[in-house]
């Protein structure tokens, strides 16, 4: 069924436009030309982001961050191995599911580990990437609060995580 759906709707478009006399396709071109210049605009803060992220991973910087969190982690009752997981996921996801997959790798999809880093991944976002791409698009500059009030529903998400790995396991 959902390898019909993309030609359905692609047929039932061009028949609305037909009906309506209208052109499909010069809409279409300007549409793609519309899309082009967002990711012209938003193109700069994706590249900033994506290297930012690669450059914390190599230098070790984001092994030392995760040291220095475990103990707080521990406090709040997630477990310290996922401290790399917390730290990358507001800025990227590929990269934090690169982070989840190593864990569960280690530690098996049936741990506390592993199940608190997959419901970690469902229940959290990728705030920076999330607030670059949106506001750059809608060309907001000032976030105000934005970034604070989205990296404490991040942390209660991380929090929540926990606590409902630790009562699933």
Do not use: W
Not at 5 to 12: A, Q, S, T
Not at 131 to 159: H, M, N, W
């Amino acid at each position: 069924m959902t390898d019909y759906l993309v030609p359905l709707i692609l047929f039932l478009a061009a028949a609305l436009a037909l009906r309506k006399q209208e052109n499909a396709y010069g809409i279409l071109l300007q549409g793609g030309a519309e899309g082009l210049q967002l990711l012209v605009s938003i193109l700069p803060a994706l590249i900033l982001l994506l290297t930012a992220v690669y450059m914390l991973r190599a230098s070790g910087a984001m092994e030392i961050l995760s040291g220095i969190l475990a103990p707080v982690l521990t406090f709040f009752g997630i477990p310290p191995q996922t401290a790399m997981l917390v730290l990358i996921r507001p800025i990227s996801g590929s990269a934090a599911l690169a982070v989840g997959a190593e864990l569960m790798a280690q530690y098996g999809v049936d741990s506390l580990i592993g199940r608190t880093a997959a419901v970690m991944l469902g229940s959290t976002e990728t705030t920076f990437y999330t607030v670059s791409v949106y506001f750059g698009a809608a060309g907001i500059q000032k976030t105000r609060y934005t970034i604070p009030a989205a990296l404490f529903a991040d942390f209660v998400g991380f929090f929540m995580a926990s606590l409902t790995a630790r009562l699933l396991f």
